[in-house]
């Protein structure tokens, strides 16, 4: 067994998202709010969903949901599926390992500005991924985004970058860095990087100019040509999804299979019954909440393979599981949350989430790769509550897309 720590989701959303890379993972245990009803997979998939699996995926890794996508050449059949695409519902837009996508990559055509082609260094808490920003059709399900931009990771020489620096920490560059062959962000911003790498100054841009995909320097790259999240570029059902998954067992399953639907209530299998909690987020997906007795922020995010959180009274694990907690048996953590305001701290009288802590050393090592009690350290200095992936097992959790900009509605998040 061996463990991995990794972050998915960008610095600007306050998120983290960590992996175990193991041989054998499985959990049980539960915990969070009242799920509502038909949580879970099962049926043929509507021309509006797609099939969601957790399973031993790219490298035998626990709680990793993943999809299928198609990327075409714009406008034409020049196509590839590519399988064990992670869904996060914490970051913005599609980005995939060039080695996974080989058969199409080269009919991409590559975004530019002023005539020059454009690259993505895209930080996270623990590095970055790096690679050119392409132009494709990106199909899922039955839903189609056309020409939509896509991050493709590791085609360009890290070494390209020569002015303005990139992320610190590890490269991620490939399917075995990323634990999937991509990252699908369908959270609740509509671009990646929004207004911050579009306007001066271009010290704060995370795109790059690279004349002759060489000799790299930071530019500013308008919100249209950004990575971009492919729900809002749908033709219809394009204000949300819905992620569902089943409840499973206090031993795990081995695969567990759920669904992704896209729209909030644009047909009968998105309606959004008026007994859910639906919490009004910031840009980035987070909530005010109140955990061990301090305010700070929470977050749902499918691309945490666990939930993450800072307590000093849970032993930590040893060896290669040393990100996450080990109790001698399982114990629940509580978090309150409440609908984000930037004027109030914590959420007093919010809803409790209880989240199951299990061993982990016992829990990645018993053959399944569906858990939900699996926990893990955030470390010194950290102190946000993020409520992954075992949260979602007997849930479905929508997510509303933030349309304020165009005078619709605000960011959600609903259960």
């Known amino acids: 067994m061996r463990t991995h720590s990794r972050v998915v989701r960008a610095l600007g959303a306050l998120g983290l998202a960590a992996f175990a890379s193991l041989l054998a993972a499985c959990g049980g245990g539960g915990g969070g709010s009242s799920s509502t009803g038909g949580a879970g997979g099962g049926g043929a998939a509507a021309a509006n969903q797609v099939t969601v699996t957790v399973a031993q995926g790219v490298q035998r890794v626990a709680n990793i949901p993943t999809v299928s996508v198609t990327i075409c050449k714009p406008g034409s059949s020049v196509c590839q599926t590519v399988d064990n695409v992670q869904v996060d519902t ?25 005539g020059v082609p454009i690259a993505e260094c895209t930080g996270f808490a623990d590095g970055h991924t790096w690679g050119s920003v392409r132009t494709a059709d990106v199909k899922i399900g039955g839903e189609t985004a056309a020409s939509l931009p896509i991050q493709v990771i590791g085609d360009l020489s890290p070494s390209a970058v020569v002015t303005g620096g990139c992320a610190s920490g590890v490269l991620e560059l490939t399917p075995a860095d990323l634990s999937a062959n991509g990252i699908l962000g369908i959270g609740v911003a509509t671009s990646d990087c929004g207004t911050r790498c579009a306007v001066a100054p271009v010290s704060g841009s995370d795109y790059y100019a690279c004349p002759g995909n060489t000799n790299c320097a930071q530019t500013l790259v308008p919100i249209s040509q950004q990575v971009t999240n492919p729900v809002p570029k749908f033709a219809s059902d394009n204000n949300g999804v819905m992620l569902s998954m089943p409840a499973i067992g206090p031993s795990g399953q081995a695969t567990v299979t759920g669904t992704l639907t896209f729209g909030i209530g644009t047909q009968s299998n998105n309606a959004m019954p008026g007994t859910v909690t639906k919490l009004t987020t910031n840009p980035f997906g987070d909530v005010n909440a109140t955990f061990a007795g301090s305010a700070t922020t929470a977050f749902f995010d499918s691309g945490s393979n666990a939930y993450f959180f800072t307590d000093s009274t849970l032993p930590i694990c040893s060896g290669s599981a040393s990100s996450f907690y080990c109790p001698a048996s399982t114990v629940t953590r509580t978090v309150n949350v409440a609908n984000y305001n930037a ?6 009288g919010g809803l409790p989430i209880a989240m199951a802590v299990g061993n982990a050393q016992t829990l ?22 993020d409520i992954g992936m075992p949260f979602f097992y007997g849930h479905n959790v929508y997510y509303g897309l ?11 998040v609903a259960f």
Do not use: K
Not at 91 to 104: C, D, H, I, P, Y
């Open 343 to 348: 004027a109030a701290s914590g959420a007093p």
């Open 402 to 412: 933030d349309q304020s900009g165009s005078g619709g509605p605000g960011p959600f």
């Open 364 to 385: 990645l090592s018993n053959g399944n790769f569906g858990l939900n009690d699996l926990a893990g350290d955030l470390g010194a200095g950290q102190q946000f509550v």
């Open 90 to 114: 914490e970051s913005f837009g599609l980005r995939l390992a060039s080695s996974a996508m080989s058969q199409v990559l080269g009919s991409l055509p590559q975004e530019t500005v002023a």
